[in-house]
């Protein structure tokens, strides 16, 4: 089987961090790519979640508190306690 060359640009601290991370798995950069593109290939798809930026901290803060039900506007058990509070 013939091989090509592929050259892939990337910030020089993320290529040292994947490196670091690669030498731990006993693997080097040619064959991550490697596995990667076999991977997409046999999946036919891109083989993990690609997700949107992850949210500041403000935005973490009120998903919480949502969570949790803080601050949130009055809750009603029944219509009919909803309208009487509309009706007060």
């Given at each position: 089987m013939?091989?090509?060359?592929v050259?892939?640009?990337?910030?020089?601290?993320?290529?040292?961090?994947?490196?670091?991370?690669?030498?731990?798995?006993?693997?080097?950069?040619?064959?991550?790519?490697?596995?990667?593109?076999?991977?997409?290939?046999?999946?036919?798809?891109?083989?993990?979640?690609?997700?949107?930026?992850?949210?500041?901290?403000?935005?973490?803060?009120?998903?919480?508190?949502?969570?949790?039900?803080?601050?949130?506007?009055?809750?009603?058990?029944?219509?009919?306690?909803?309208?009487?509070?509309?009706?007060?």
């Open positions: 013939a091989t090509t060359n050259t892939v640009r990337m910030d020089e601290n993320l290529k040292a961090d994947f490196e670091e991370m690669l030498a731990d798995f006993g693997l080097n950069t040619s064959v991550a790519i490697n596995i990667f593109a076999r991977q997409v290939v046999y999946e036919r798809r891109i083989p993990f979640a690609i997700a949107r930026d992850r949210p500041n901290a403000v935005t973490r803060a009120a998903m919480e508190d949502t969570r949790a039900r803080r601050g949130l506007s009055k809750t009603f058990s029944s219509v009919k306690d909803l309208m009487a509070d509309l009706d007060a």
